[in-house]
């Protein structure tokens, strides 16, 4: 694995180096110990999915809060989604600042979004899967959201406006910057 730091707090790119042959390729997606000497990553203690019918579906922005805080890995296994972490840490230098990139089933890339980051994407595909590997638990009540069209984030997505978007993400409050 090569893990790049490439946004602000710890947000890095993991990139996977496949062996390739005749069959396609094989590849480690995850390796505790690697992400460990590169000083990420508690323990996994769950792994969700979630799968994307349509083109232009939007998730997030949402994060886990106070003891609940977790780390994340985000995996696409299937199709091709822009990723985005936003530091939400309100005594952080990089408070508001946001990192957004192409992950995909193809690339092999994966994105680390630490603690106190803020997650979201859009499918830039149909039929899209996605696993975050997790250092928590969820639990209903920690979760905390912001929106994915808050002018003062000025995220740039890649297909805007988004077609599918739920509820509760397009009422999630604007960011106090």
């Not at 590169?38 to 949402?62: F, P, W």
């Not at 840490?89 to 690339?107: C, E, H, I, M, V």
């Not at 979004?113 to 595909?125: C, E, W």
């Not at 928590?136 to 995220?155: C, M, S, T």
Request: hydrophobic share 40%.
């Amino acid at each position: 694995m090569i893990i790049e730091r490439v946004g602000p707090g710890d947000v890095c790119l993991i990139k996977r180096e496949p062996i390739k042959d005749e069959r396609g390729f094989f590849a480690r997606a995850f390796c505790k110990n690697e992400l460990e000497q590169a000083g990420l990553c508690g323990d996994i203690k769950q792994v969700n999915m979630s799968y994307n019918i349509e083109k232009g579906t939007l998730r997030g922005l949402h994060s886990q809060v106070g003891e609940d805080a977790e780390d994340k890995i985000v995996v696409c296994v299937a199709g091709e989604i822009f990723d985005v972490c936003v530091d939400v840490r309100t005594d952080s230098k990089t408070f508001g600042k946001w990192y957004g990139a192409n992950l995909s089933a193809w690339n092999g890339h994966a994105l680390y979004v630490p603690k106190g980051f803020a997650h979201g994407y859009i499918t830039l595909t149909e039929a899209v899967s996605v696993l975050y590997f997790v250092t928590q638990f969820y639990r209903h009540g920690a979760e905390k959201g912001y929106r994915y069209d808050d002018p003062a984030l000025g995220i740039k997505w890649p297909i805007a406006p988004p077609y599918i978007v739920s509820d509760k993400d397009r009422a999630w409050p604007l960011i106090k910057l």
